[in-house]
């Protein structure tokens, strides 16, 4: 069955530390791959998105992902945290091709201290 | 500026009511989604429609009922046999190239 693991319900973090957020995914072939930030009562925000090619996502805000065919993954980095960074964090997957509904992860609550 | 509008942004419902949560979208986009959020468990899907006049159901059908009648419309009423519609309810709307847009949400809170 096709499915999204976020292993970390909740991770905090100093305000300049690294981050890594975990995703996994199960799906029978590769998929189209997301990462979503979601402030407290809003609507969720696209901070990047893998379709192909190079394995190494840049998206907005500073973020990057890395897809890592072998492990099923696709891990969300950022080298500095920012206090505004604190929110929930989403990681999907899509079939490719088409209009396909996307299968979200249970998401990552992060906190960051000042 | 493009985008999707939900409404309400709160919403109370009576035992044994039914209501509507309103989405409108301008963006041109065929496809239209509504997620259900509930604390820990992510989004799951409700409905979802690729065409006007047609649409599926997704993981959690049960209790909700949907229209598209319009392009820019996917309205989703939620009922009376839907026994526990405490929720954050996202919609979301998308072209065949991907890139999901979300609206801001709709809390619904049974009183």
């Known amino acids: 069955a096709q499915s999204v693991t976020q292993p970390d319900i909740h991770i905090t973090v100093s305000e300049g530390a690294s981050l890594e957020l975990r995703c996994n995914y199960s799906?029978?072939?590769?998929?189209?791959l997301f990462w979503y930030v979601q402030s407290p009562g809003q609507g969720l925000q696209l901070l990047l998105k893998?379709?192909?090619?190079?394995?190494l996502v840049q998206g907005i805000k500073g973020f990057e992902a890395e897809f890592k065919r072998s492990q099923s993954s696709f891990n969300l980095r950022k080298p500095s945290v920012h206090w505004s960074d604190a929110a929930e964090y989403f990681c999907?997957?899509?079939?490719?091709?088409?209009?396909?509904?996307?299968?979200f992860g249970a998401g990552t609550r992060l906190a960051v201290h000042p | 500026d493009g985008g999707i509008t939900q409404s309400p942004k709160y919403l109370f419902r009576k035992e044994g009511q039914n209501v509507t949560l309103s989405c409108e979208q301008n963006?041109?986009?065929?496809?239209m989604y509504w997620y259900r959020q509930d604390p820990g468990q992510g989004l799951r899907l409700i409905y979802y429609?690729?065409?006007?006049?047609?649409?599926q159901k997704g993981d959690i059908a049960e209790g909700y009922s949907v229209s598209r009648e319009k392009k820019e419309s996917f309205p989703l009423t939620v009922t009376s046999a839907q026994k526990n519609p405490t929720a954050f309810y996202l919609c979301?709307?998308?072209?065949?190239?991907?890139?999901?847009?979300f609206g801001s949400g709709t809390r619904l809170t049974v009183v």
């Open positions: 963006l041109n986009h065929d496809a």
């Open positions: 799906y029978g072939a590769t998929p189209y």
């Open positions: 429609s690729q065409i006007v006049n047609d649409f």
């Open positions: 999907a997957v899509g079939a490719r091709g088409g209009y396909n509904k996307l299968i």
């Open positions: 979301a709307s998308s072209t065949a190239t991907y890139g999901y847009t």
């Open positions: 893998y379709f192909s090619g190079d394995t």
